[in-house]
């Protein structure tokens, strides 16, 4: 098997944790305090993924200015998608009132879509260098991704609109393998554009959990379940680290 094989093999992964982040969120969905905690869990994921292993990875490439620069980019471009998204017409389809949540719906999923190119990008990179830190990073990845992709789902399903959760679903579940067939091409053309697609990820994820997962958690109260999904974030967020690093030594 070649090395782009197998890095396409492992991108479908992505496939796989997309259906569960599906299944999960419709067995969860009239369960506040799950969403609650659901969300929680997920916006401390994304967070701690861009923090602690995106930027790092960008930074050395890059620098603090122009990372900063980038990481800026990925958060404005994800506001000024914010501001252009309309009223959508799925309001009027389904006669869903609550406007501001339809926007938070979009942005979640083109922030996840956004993030999820420079992770395929990222793990192509890794298996180029290493076929075992390959498969190590495409695990990585497909643990998080779990609760990225229920974050995306529970909003979604609240439009009640299953045609839009399966074209969001599967844009989601493709755009990993997309971003490492972009990471096998730039690695031949311009592979300095690794910590660019690190740092522009790391802005857009952070954006969709400050600016649309908290706000959105509040709408179900739950305060607790919220806190206690982001220990529990942090909890596996640290196992995953510890293992990853355990492995790769």
């Given at each position: 098997m070649s090395p782009a094989q197998a890095v396409l093999i492992l991108s479908l992964l992505s496939v796989v944790t997309t259906a569960c982040g599906v299944l999960l969120a419709a067995l969860v969905r009239k369960n506040a305090e799950a969403i609650a905690g659901g969300i929680g869990f997920s916006a401390g994921i994304m967070i701690l993924i861009a923090a602690f292993e995106l930027l790092p990875e960008a930074y050395p490439a890059?620098?603090?200015?122009?990372?900063?620069?980038?990481?800026?980019?990925?958060?404005?471009?994800?506001?000024?998608?914010?501001?252009?998204?309309?009223?959508?017409?799925?309001?009027?389809?389904?006669?869903?009132?609550?406007?501001?949540?339809?926007?938070?719906?979009?942005?979640?999923?083109?922030?996840?879509?956004?993030?999820?190119?420079?992770?395929?990008?990222?793990?192509?990179?890794?298996?180029?260098?290493?076929?075992?830190?390959?498969?190590?990073?495409?695990?990585?990845?497909?643990?998080?991704?779990?609760?990225?992709?229920?974050?995306?789902?529970?909003?979604?399903?609240?439009?009640k609109s299953r045609r839009f959760l399966l074209w969001a679903a599967a844009l989601s579940a493709l755009a990993e393998p997309a971003g490492a067939v972009?990471?096998?091409?730039?690695?031949?053309?311009?592979?300095?554009?690794?910590?660019?697609?690190?740092?522009?990820?790391?802005?857009?994820?952070?954006?969709?959990?400050?600016?649309?997962?908290?706000?959105?958690?509040?709408?179900?109260?739950?305060?607790?379940?919220?806190?206690?999904g982001l220990a529990v974030s942090v909890a596996v967020y640290r196992l995953l680290a510890w293992a990853t690093d355990a492995w790769a030594g």
């Open positions: 890059l620098g603090w200015a122009a990372a900063f620069l980038t990481v800026a980019s990925g958060a404005a471009l994800l506001w000024l998608v914010n501001l252009a998204i309309p009223h959508s017409h799925l309001v009027l389809e389904h006669g869903f009132s609550d406007t501001r949540l339809v926007k938070a719906v979009y942005v979640v999923v083109i922030g996840l879509i956004l993030h999820d190119v420079p992770e395929g990008f990222a793990m192509a990179n890794a298996y180029i260098a290493s076929p075992a830190l390959g498969w190590l990073v495409a695990i990585a990845i497909a643990l998080h991704n779990l609760p990225e992709e229920l974050a995306m789902a529970l909003p979604a399903i609240a439009l972009t990471g096998l091409l730039a690695l031949e053309f311009i592979p300095q554009l690794n910590g660019y697609f690190m740092a522009f990820a790391a802005g857009a994820m952070i954006f969709v959990a400050l600016h649309e997962l908290v706000p959105m958690a509040r709408r179900y109260g739950h305060l607790g379940w919220f806190c206690g």
